[in-house]
């Protein structure tokens, strides 16, 4: 289905009914959460420049979340929502700004910050850089190999332009003073992260449990993409938080 925010579409993937808002990761789309959409049902958002959404000028993560917080109200239903990566970073900024029913933050971190040669390579050699990219956001464990060919089709799929835009966005999110200066949301809180995660590690979403008095899932043999490599485990874990709201 297609969401009008100013004027321009968004485009929201949708299989059954659900309680669960999914925000995707940078150079993703909402396709990312099929096996989630399939089983716990719910709403996932093409970010703005993404897949079938047009394009918007981002140039922050609380640009990204002015837009989610638009879509959310028009849905006019009180979400829980799960921010992967990326998305996690623009699901702290809509908790911090409008409050949710629920906040999942998955393979995250209170900052983001990027390796500059990951930067530079996306920038000079960016098809060559993607191929390495995908092989770090996955367990070394994982032998997903169709797996790993969908997420390098849909972060080509989107382009240099915004995925280089993205992982800039990404550079310069830090919440950490918030954190340090008492920051809460309003809502309960989960994390979960998988064990072999190189892009955004264990100790990011320990650090977030800590500051948030949050629960914690850590999901053994998966790397970044829990979503496609623990999709079962996860599931589960997403099903059990949404029940604790009943």
């Given at each position: ?73 028009k849905l006019n239903k009180e979400f829980i929502v799960v921010g992967h990566s990326m998305g ?17 933050l998955l393979s995250t971190g209170a900052k983001l910050k990027v390796n500059p040669k990951l ?125 604790s709201f009943s």
């Amino acid at each position: 289905m297609e969401i009008e925010v100013n004027g321009k579409k968004i485009f929201l993937r949708s299989e059954k009914d659900g309680d669960f808002f999914f925000i995707h990761g940078a150079g993703c789309t909402s396709e990312i959460w099929k096996k989630q959409l399939r089983e716990v049902g719910g709403f996932a958002i093409d970010l703005p420049n993404h897949g079938q959404s047009e394009d918007f000028e981002i140039n922050s993560v609380e640009d990204y979340a002015k837009v989610v917080k638009d879509v959310i109200e028009k849905l006019n239903k009180e979400f829980i929502v799960v921010g992967h990566s990326m998305g996690g970073a623009i699901a702290q900024a809509l908790a911090k700004s409008n409050g949710v029913k629920g906040l999942v933050l998955l393979s995250t971190g209170a900052k983001l910050k990027v390796n500059p040669k990951l930067l530079e390579g996306l920038r000079n050699n960016f098809e060559g850089m993607v191929e390495k990219l995908v092989g770090w956001m996955f367990s070394k464990s994982y032998e997903g190999k169709r797996d790993r060919e969908f997420v390098k089709n849909m972060i080509l799929g989107c382009g240099k332009d915004v995925v280089v835009k993205d992982f800039e966005i990404c550079d310069k999110f830090d919440y950490t003073q918030d954190y340090e200066a008492g920051l809460k949301f309003n809502c309960e809180v989960l994390i979960a992260v998988g064990s072999d995660d190189v892009m955004t590690p264990v100790e990011n979403s320990e650090y977030l449990r800590d500051k948030l008095n949050a629960k914690i899932a850590v999901i053994n043999n998966s790397g970044h993409m829990v979503m496609l490599e623990k999709w079962k485990e996860l599931n589960k874990i997403l099903k059990e938080f949404s029940e604790s709201f009943s």
